[in-house]
């Protein structure tokens, strides 16, 4: 059956410093896997999409990278603030259905 | 910014009963869904809609639920008959893309079924 996995275990990070959270997949061809936030009792907001096409993708702070071989995404935050703190949702989607992960919970320092 | 509009933002209700959510999606785009989060877990699926019609529907979205669009405006979810597992966060998602692109999700209504 199809899985997305993401680090179950929340990340804690020094104000500062770049964030790397890491979705994998299985038994999935997606055509393409889309990166959302979410804060608590809040809908998840969009953030970027990255194509199975594409190797990276960048938006300000933000740059995922997408390997279909490996079937894992990066995403990564640099010079991350507090304010970055939250839970991070990676989906992947098609033509079908948008199918999320559990999502990885990032905690920012000052 | 436009956002999605849910309405109630919490909703308690006791088993058995039928409960009806409310959403205002944004208003150029043609794609709606319906997903629900319970607590501690991932967003899940639920519906999508488009052209008044049901495009898809997940193994959870069996005979008790049904979705309408009755105007121009808002997208209705209604649960019969609740039971105490559908106790849930649920979201109204909205986008002008076909393919499940950049969903602009609501605040939710969290659901309570006692």
């Known amino acids: 059956s199809q899985k997305i996995e993401q680090n179950s275990e929340a990340l804690n990070i020094q104000e500062g410093k770049t964030a790397t959270l890491t979705c994998n997949y299985t038994?999935?061809?997606?055509?393409?896997l889309q990166w959302y936030r979410q804060d608590p009792g809040r809908g998840p907001v969009f953030l970027l999409l990255i194509r199975e096409n594409e190797k990276e993708k960048r938006k300000e702070r933000l740059k995922v990278t997408f390997d279909t071989t490996l079937k894992q995404s990066l995403f990564h935050i640099t010079a991350s603030q507090p304010a970055d703190s939250a839970t991070y949702l990676c989906?992947?989607?098609?033509?079908?259905?948008?199918?999320f992960g559990k999502g990885t919970m990032l905690l920012v320092s000052p | 910014e436009p956002e999605v509009t849910q309405t109630p933002s919490h909703q308690v209700t006791q088993m058995g009963q039928e409960v009806i959510l409310r959403c205002v999606p944004i208003?150029?785009?043609?794609?709606f869904y319906w997903y629900r989060q319970i607590l501690g877990q991932k967003v899940e699926f639920l519906v999508s809609?488009?052209?008044?019609?049901?495009?898809?529907k997940s193994e959870i979205f069996d005979d008790q639920f049904s979705v309408e669009r009755p105007d121009g405006s808002n997208f209705t979810l209604k649960i019969r008959s609740t039971k105490l597992e559908d106790s849930a966060m649920y979201f109204c998602a909205s986008t002008p893309y076909a393919t499940n692109e950049k969903l602009f999700f609501g605040s939710g209504t969290q659901l309570s079924v006692l």
């Open positions: 208003s150029n785009h043609l794609y």
């Open positions: 809609f488009y052209n008044n019609e049901i495009s898809e």
């Open positions: 038994n999935y061809s997606p055509a393409y």
């Open positions: 989906a992947l989607g098609g033509y079908s259905t948008l199918t």
